[in-house]
């Protein structure tokens, strides 16, 4: 597949579209970074505990100049985002979660709302994505992991720094394979007790440390549908921010079709054909059966092998 239709179809994916120039070369320089925050251009994003406030009007708006954010008081932690193409800079803001949230007159909506109802542009939400998953990272990152202490942050908030044992700590991200497993015009899909009624999805887990991400889908299927996979071949990834995981998105060409369900992972999991992935993409599946959502990578998966068979395996 080509590098411009990949890039087409990475796009297209929920949180995956950022336009920033996330500026990493300039991030220790702190008198760059403070005049771009005192710029009348810049603009933030506001947090509350883990949840975005956006400007109600004709659409949502999730972002607000530095004289409107004064209003929520001090912010417990602070992000350069990026620059924007006009050069002025994008901030995040996250502050103490309100319990019970206060009629602030904005919209508090859940990023995975927001994602789902499509109410921001597609831009708006990669950055959001982006500013979650940093605020997430310094709210369970307050402490030294190596001595204990507490750390500061640095580097416009992409680094904290422990000053007792000198450890410097980054984000991390988590890598997870989710495969879309094929058998010809069958392809495995599995259900977990949490999802929506009548919802079926790609496989999905965890890459562990020393592993690579085939040896990860093989190892996944294996474990929660006893199928054995062969050839695996890269689709396209995904930012997750819940927390920060990177979806890492595969097709994976099965070597046998008895399934053993791991009742501990999964409800139920199942060979489902071309045709009736087909319908349930659509809405129109005779047992009410269906997918997940467009802005998910498990929907983009099954829309290309409905698309085209399992030539997606193979070029």
């Known amino acids: 597949m080509s590098t411009t239709v990949m890039t087409a179809i990475s796009a297209s994916i929920g949180f995956n579209l950022n336009p920033l120039d996330r500026r990493s070369d ?24 883990d949840v975005p406030l956006l400007k109600r009007g004709s659409e949502y708006d999730p972002w607000f100049v530095a004289g409107e954010t004064a209003a929520f008081g001090q912010p417990l932690h602070s992000v350069f985002l990026g620059e924007e193409s006009d050069g002025s800079g994008r901030f995040a803001l996250g502050f103490a979660p309100a319990d019970p949230a206060p009629d ?17 542009a597609a831009g708006a939400l990669g950055i959001l994505a982006e500013a979650k998953s940093m605020l997430d990272w310094h709210r ?19 680094q904290r720094i422990c000053d007792v044992c000198g450890t410097r700590h980054f984000p991390r991200v988590d890598p997870v394979v989710i ?23 790609a496989l ?35 930012p997750w921010p819940f927390p920060s995981s990177l979806m890492i998105g595969c097709f994976a060409q099965s070597n046998d079709t008895d399934i053993v369900v ?22 129109t599946h005779a047992g009410g059966l269906s997918t997940p959502k467009p802005f998910a990578i498990a929907h983009h998966l099954l829309q290309a092998y409905v698309e085209k068979g399992d030539s997606v395996l193979f070029g």
């Not at 220790?28 to 005192?38: G, V």
């Not at 497993?181 to 999805?201: N, T, W």
Request: aromatic share 10%; charged share 30%; with cysteine.
């Open 26 to 49: 300039k991030r220790d320089d702190h008198a760059w970074i403070e005049h771009l925050r005192s710029d009348p251009a810049a603009r933030f994003l506001v947090f509350d505990g």
């Open 104 to 120: 602030t007159g904005y919209g508090r909506i859940d990023l995975r709302s927001l994602a789902l109802q499509d109410l921001v």
């Open 140 to 158: 369970r990152h307050a402490f030294c992991a190596n001595c204990g202490s507490a750390s500061r942050v640095t580097n416009a908030g992409w």
């Open 179 to 201: 495969m879309l497993v094929i058998d010809g015009e069958r392809c495995l899909l599995g259900r977990q007790r949490h999802f929506a009624k009548g919802m079926y999805s």
């Open 204 to 238: 999905a887990g965890f890459v562990e440390p020393g592993e690579t991400a085939e040896d990860a889908v093989r190892r996944e299927v294996m474990e929660e549908a006893g199928v054995k996979c062969a050839r695996v071949v890269y689709f396209a990834t995904q």
């Open 262 to 283: 791991d009742t501990d992972e999964l409800e139920d999991a199942r060979w489902f054909s071309r045709q009736e992935v087909a319908a349930m993409l659509a809405g």
